[in-house]
């Protein structure tokens, strides 16, 4: 019997999203089986858009960001009979199981539908690496390639302008991008949401560097990053239609307290999508390799109700309950790594 597996790639886009839909193809021909890729995330699966993916079909790929499937954040949860939907189209398509490739959310909604009776294989994709039972996620490496270079470059404006340069980067619940990329761009201090920031302490840092010389610094802010309660006043969010506050802007309330208690000035910039877009470095091409076949290779075992987690330089199957229940933050003994630079 010919074995056909469905793919997906549901959240927000990543670079490396390609190289794992790729990777899958390739891998699946190898065998004999066929894959159907699924247009924009659960949605396609729920209304049964879908074809055939083949070798010529995923020529180019590699080096493109986004996903060539196209996503959404269709919760099949959220819709009308949607489980049932999804058990009609596996019927219908003949498919042995779905691979979905996910953050958190994604991959959340696939442990439910498979304890629902859909055979599920997870990959986990987010540039915020806060997928627990993994040591890295699609995406990941490239957001910290961009945010490093960002900070590399504040750091020569700020120098020569003798500016405070505050670099805001996603990071809603974990602050591994910013912790990354502060470290490796040579941030002065780094705010992440595992660490309520008392904004007071850090313009007292700031002045001190410049009563020793250094007349500019540079801030890297997840966020997600929140003060320490009662210090100061942080607007409240608007939410997205899941209830999620909308963040954002974090950046520019520590770049006014800063300038306003270190009478410096203070200059914002906000990366938002752009951690997002572009090619994929070459650590995520890897990754997304490795993860997209090995993937395959749990479907044609029939090991459904599994993710492929990370543990470098390899990957391996875990339990897909493994992971949700995070999010995975940074850990302290990395915070207080970084924190050594901060005098």
């Known amino acids: 019997m010919t074995r056909r597996i469905g793919l997906l790639t549901g959240g927000g886009d990543c670079s490396g999203l390609n190289a794992a839909i790729r990777a899958v ?8 089986a066929t894959v159907l890729g699924f247009r924009d995330g659960w949605r396609g699966v729920l ?24 996503t959404s954040r269709t919760d099949p ?15 219908v398509l003949r498919l042995d199981g779905l691979i979905v490739i996910g953050g958190e959310g994604t991959l959340a909604a696939a442990g439910r539908v498979h304890a629902d009776g859909v055979p599920v294989i ?74 309520p920031f008392d904004v007071a302490a850090v313009a007292r840092h700031l002045k001190y560097r410049a ?9 890297v802010v997840a966020e997600g990053a929140r003060p320490v309660p009662g210090t100061i006043e942080v607007p409240e969010s608007p939410t997205d239609e899941f209830g999620r506050p909308r963040l954002g802007g974090i ?11 270190t009478g410096f000035e203070a200059r914002v910039t906000v990366l938002g999508h752009v951690q997002r877009g572009g090619r994929p470095n070459a650590a995520d ?18 090991e459904w109700g599994t ?37």
């Open 25 to 32: 193809v390739r891998r699946a021909e190898q065998d004999a």
């Open 47 to 70: 209304d049964q858009e879908a074809e055939e993916l083949t070798t010529a079909w995923t020529r180019g790929l590699l080096h493109r960001g986004g996903t060539a499937l196209g």
């Open 77 to 91: 949860y959220r819709e009308e009979g949607g489980v049932d939907r999804l058990r009609d189209t596996l019927d």
């Open 122 to 195: 997870g990959v986990p994709k987010t540039i915020d690496n806060d997928v627990p039972g993994t040591d890295l996620t699609i995406g990941f490496a490239t957001a910290v390639d961009v945010a490093t270079d960002a900070a590399d470059r504040l750091h020569t404006t700020a120098e020569s302008h003798d500016r405070v340069q505050v670099l805001e980067v996603m990071g809603r619940h974990a602050g591994w991008i910013a912790t990354y990329a502060g470290l490796a761009g040579g941030a002065d201090s780094i705010l992440i949401p595992e660490v």
């Open 211 to 219: 009563g020793t010389g250094r007349d500019f610094s540079v801030v």
């Open 251 to 261: 950046g520019h309330v520590v770049g006014h307290e800063l300038a306003a208690r």
């Open 285 to 302: 091409r890897v990754l997304a390799t490795q993860m997209g076949v090995r993937a395959v290779e749990a479907a044609l075992a029939g």
């Open 307 to 343: 993710f492929v987690a990370s543990r470098r330089p390899l990957v391996h199957l875990r339990p897909l309950a493994d992971a949700t229940g995070g999010p995975d933050t940074v850990p302290p003994e990395l915070y207080r790594a970084a924190e050594v630079f901060f005098g």
